[in-house]
């Protein structure tokens, strides 16, 4: 069937299988590879984007039900050629090692920063408990993600770009 | 890489228009709601539905409501939505409880309370939560609608009284004056139950009026430990009635030894955290938070 799905503020329209999965629409029909394709059973998480504006975890999700909706994903997290914070937290702080699980990280991370932008680390925890790293680097991934709270990381929604960008300049 | 048996698939448009399809395309036909017990399921072909009918747009089921001194949760509220309800957590801290454990965040944002009940799997945490405080359930099929009593509504597990065409609509608690509690233990964060118990205490004049304690993931029937219940019913809401309330439950129910522990440890389980939620719920009833 024919769906139409926003991806980071673009609109595409793709015919796809009912049964395709939204982690595979993502990487293999619209090729941003940046979602990572993990476990398949949604547990770890490195699938994580946005619906609506909650991260999900795209392998249990049909594109199907995405269609009409929109989706962001760690493409759409930079803004323009500037890192959003939440990516310069995980240089800044060493946040990945072999960077499977960091762009699923770094999603529900930029969620946690515009809904609390002053989170403690329990809360960091708390909000990345559904996410695997098989490097185990748990506690650098929390100093990234409380790096990003401390360097203005708190107030970046996508949507607030355009009259961000006037005060930038 | 795990996917589906092709299906054919059909978004409802409405209530009446989703028991359509439902009627349409038959028995082999299933609901998705939040989808992340089914899609799993269908992966592993232990479900290949030959129709998946999307009731993800039905936005009349998205709602959280005090109606008539009843909580209405809408089956499409998903576990995100009923954590982050200030009505929920003010009039039943057992769901407050339940939800902060149910998985994790980001299946809490697709998962959804009707789904978590008539999918029945018998270590479900909502499922024991309204058992013990006694919800009802209103449902829809193509002869009308029906209030189930939640602890009719399980058959057994993955079964309930649903019909074909039948969908959940609402679940309903009255907003009473008891107090209520979750516990539960799991092996590593957001995994299903070892065990877990939920407790509501209805308190008058020093004296335990009625309880509700609701066990998971133990073979308890219906989610109920009634017998525990029964004994609470008439006496001082203290420790040694507790701790005789939590041996009781832990006898009435009827574990099976699997990867997640032996008989015995999951009837020790049910028989503390009987105690356990016991004790906070009447913590909370004195004003203390537990």
Known sequence: MQITVTVNGERYTRGVEPRLLLVHFLRDDLGLTGTHWGCDTSNCGVCAVWLDGAPVKSCTVLAVMADGHEVRTVEGLAHGAELDPVQQGFVACHGLQCGFCTPGMMMTARWLLDHDPDPSEEDIREAVSGQLCRCTGYENIVRSIRWAAEHGGAARPAEEDAGREEVRT | ?290
């Open chain 2, 1 to 290: 890489m795990q996917v589906p048996a092709t299906f054919q698939y059909a978004r409802a448009t409405g209530v009446e228009h989703a028991i359509e399809l439902l009627t349409r395309y038959g028995p082999e036909a299933r609901l998705v709601a939040g989808g992340h017990s089914l899609l799993p399921m269908m992966k592993l072909r232990l479900a290949q539905p030959e129709a998946l009918i999307d009731i993800n747009g039905l936005d009349e089921l998205t709602r959280i409501r005090v109606d008539g001194g009843e909580l209405a949760v809408g089956a499409m509220v998903r576990h995100a939505g009923l954590l982050a309800s200030a009505v929920v957590g003010e009039h039943f801290p057992v769901l407050r409880d339940a939800e902060r454990m149910i998985a994790d965040p980001l299946v809490r944002n697709r998962g959804t309370v009707g789904g978590s009940l008539c999918q029945a799997d018998p270590s479900e945490d909502l499922s024991a939560a309204f058992c013990a405080l006694r919800a009802t359930l209103v449902a829809q099929g193509p002869d009308g609608r029906r209030v189930v009593p939640v602890r009719e509504f399980f058959l057994g597990p993955y079964e309930t009284v649903l019909g074909e065409a039948e969908l959940l609509l609402e679940v309903r608690v009255p907003i009473r004056s008891h107090a209520s509690a979750y516990r539960k233990v799991e092996r590593r964060a957001g995994d299903w139950a070892v065990a877990a118990a939920a407790a509501v205490l209805e308190l008058s004049g020093g004296v335990v009026t009625e309880a509700g304690i609701g066990l998971t993931a133990v073979g308890a029937p219906r989610f109920v430990a009634e017998e525990a219940e029964r004994y609470l019913c008439g006496g001082p809401p203290d420790e040694e009635r507790f701790a005789e309330a939590g041996r009781v439950a832990g006898e009435e129910c009827r574990p099976s030894a699997d990867q997640r522990g032996p008989v015995d440890y999951k009837r020790h389980l049910a028989a503390e955290l009987t105690v356990r939620a016991l004790r906070a719920a009447a913590a909370r009833a004195q004003g203390q938070e537990a």
